[in-house]
């Protein structure tokens, strides 16, 4: 079997893409904004990606029908912008270092099949402490993109993230550039304790305001009500020696 | 060496055959339900698989011959029914993702070359507490198998299991969904503290339903009342403080 | 760089040679036999091995010339014999799974380009107590091996080891069996606690009567002495409570 | 992906070049020496490493662009000595056993079509002490370069370091030493516990030498002085009973 094996089942024909990536990571963030993305802009399926690098693991619907887990992509066409967007979510990241580097590369070469030139890839950055409004930090392959996000309200704060970004979204950028391509990592600040839906509004804020598009926060906030609801619980069950709930009792639940 | 050494001892001309697997996992009762199939249908092996992905490990026969560890495929040949049959035992499944996605590919590529069109695998659903009457859970590639397996006494609860299902028995049916085999999973509820023998008899007694085929359940009840026996020991020795004895203190003894 | 690196300094001429393994494993009495057998047959190096599946390592000779970690082949010429004899010895076993397989198949393929048709790997068996006279328990891949090795005092006894043969002890019979060769593996007692020269000697008592050598057994026996003393010591300082000393502490010295 | 991405910007045109290893490791001792030289001899990039075997991890600098976690290839040009200089620093060395035979091999490879005959690998040893004036200890492929290292001050002393040299700085010696190239590690002496600028200038002051370049160590002793005042404020707040902090918490700050 391949490493990576890709299913593509339409090859759309879009007008200079973008390509915006949100696969699970810190407060699942990148995963959340992104999977609201989908919804919100009715995007289109058009490719699975299933491989050796993601666990061998089935998930189940509530019918009892499976699907394998997998990384997926969709397009939204935009008759009035000059980019159409196409979009990678997934159940999982590579497992190891080198299932990373190959499932980036991979991604990296097919965009470049579809002629995109530049993309937007959201995480969360953990800063260890609730916080009520999260700033949206920038990392970038180019300088002239630090001005043009400082202008949609993106923070570039020296030292922060300090210790670099990791995974998909930092991986992107840095083999990216190796090929030409440019990128823009969005990360919304979280506690890293939760999923955490106001990280990825935030995220999706000021993405939305570079992309033209206009989305709906309703099913993001129901999800950070329900969030806030039971840390608070949790919270007082343990007064007064609170410690916050281990990230790994917690999960995805994107 | 490659990844996956695969001695074909005959190679069977089956009508139409059926794959069952069942290999080590949760109370092993996959293993034990495909063991005592092979047995009561005195299955005859045509297939060695041999494998990087295996512990580097021979096991010992009571005179003190050795064997490496191994995958092993046996056939049935069913004259009066529509289907002969295939079962896929073993010692281990492979250690890693890799592993486990490099054989369960290898074994659905062999399997079409038989003709194989459909698969069930047979695995245990570990739900934490001694169990009485094991219900025999279900997944499904397909919608209609469902249909079909509820007439055979399977359920299919949503949300159970929640986390999918991890290893050979859930990757033959999302690899081989991707190559239009259909397959079901047939899951025995089982505390997942010991082998258990009853989740085993209750899977197979789906499963000879589905292949219209008979099977004795003498020996695998007698290993149920040993384990019981143990199970009961154990609790008396540690009462009042009753904790369920560790896992890898008991193996695999399938 | 390619997985397995050999240099082969001279292709010797033997005559249907037999092949003794002997790598560091447990109470390192099969590394201990295999070097103390190259020593007294003063055998000659003919090949050095190097591979991915060893840790980055080099080790310095008292003067500081490093070497890097290795497996090494000598051969032994037996004028008066049937068979000369190949010793492989080394510094490591393969570090993973796919290391260990990958190492023993290539060994196996080698041996047989030089006509090996059979072989003696040497091991410890780890009985979790001090030994005063070891047993040499055996396992085979053939059935006619077995009384041959019991007229030399070789223990073939049901259920020992009860989880097999592990490393690449196991895996020359293992893998070997499915190429048609024959082999023996010889294992000799050992608390496991220390590296043991006494399993060692037993171990060698039986291979130099199989090859029909001479051993002096004067290095092995003082080695042994020093660890006797040694353990002693740490007996009496812990007294009255006596736990073994970990096996970690005190590493390989074979 | 290949494992290892070699991005050459400048094929240098060097006289007879040595090579120079400083990886982290050890007090990150061979690192903060490497880059040093690099600063003081103003040294010029010619080529990026990027590879699977580093972590998946792009690095930002102070105004946010980001750049993928990397080894880099620097030169100097000589005109007055016998050899022209090429120095290898970085961000990290491979992750894995198997990464790191992989990336020396290949900087081996590529070494030798410039020409490199003779390479220099700095290093720590760690003694678990604070030490004062740190020896600088070396190891060798060949016995001449012995002597020639001894009349610069680098000691060789029987038994030190016991455990061999692991790493980038051991392998391209012990694989180079299969390639015919000679080599020589240099080894600072460190406590282990912090990055060590104190081990570096020794290791400086002796490669300076070899070398015959003139290095000025204000910068490395700035360092030295904030390592010293940080550890005795650490050793202060915890008098009486002084545990020395632990690597991990200190990293690497290179």
New interface residues.
């Given amino acids: 079997?391949d490493s990576i094996?890709m299913?593509e089942k339409e090859r759309p024909d879009l007008k200079d893409p973008v390509l915006i990536e949100g696969l699970p990571g810190v407060g699942n963030v990148g995963k959340l904004a992104a999977d609201h993305m989908v919804e919100q802009l009715k995007a289109v399926k058009f490719a699975e990606i299933?491989?050796?690098?993601?666990?061998?693991?089935?998930?189940?619907d509530?019918?009892?029908?499976?699907?394998?887990?997998s990384n997926e992509l969709y397009y939204v066409k935009m008759p009035e912008a000059a980019h159409d967007i196409i979009i990678l979510v997934g159940d999982y990241q590579?497992?190891t270092?080198?299932g990373?580097?190959?499932l980036?590369?991979?991604m990296l070469e097919y965009a470049r099949s579809l002629n995109v030139k530049r993309m937007y890839t959201l995480g969360g950055y953990g800063v260890g402490k609730m916080i009520e409004h999260p700033r949206v930090l920038?990392?970038?392959?180019?300088?002239h993109l630090?001005e043009e996000m400082k202008e949609k309200g993106v923070i570039?704060?020296?030292?922060e993230?300090g210790?670099?970004?990791?995974?998909?979204s930092?991986?992107l950028?840095?083999?990216g550039?190796?090929l030409g391509m440019e990128a823009v990592?969005l990360m919304g600040e979280t506690s890293g304790y939760f999923v955490d839906p106001k990280g990825a509004e935030a995220v999706l804020n000021v993405l939305s305001a570079i992309l033209g598009v206009t989305v709906d926060y309703g099913a993001l906030r129901d999800k950070a009500e329900q969030i806030d609801a039971l840390a608070s619980k949790l919270k007082e069950a343990e007064e007064p020696a609170f410690s916050p709930p281990k990230r790994e009792d917690l999960g995805y639940i994107g």
Avoid at 62 to 69: E, S
Avoid at 138 to 143: I, Q, S, V, Y
């Fill in positions: 079997m094996l299913i299933y491989s050796k690098h993601f666990p061998p693991q089935v998930l189940l509530d019918a009892g029908i499976i699907r394998l887990v590579g497992l270092p080198d990373q580097y190959d980036s590369y991979h920038g990392a970038a392959t180019d300088e630090i570039f704060s020296k030292g993230p210790s670099g970004i990791v995974g998909a930092g991986l950028l840095g083999l550039k190796t990592c």
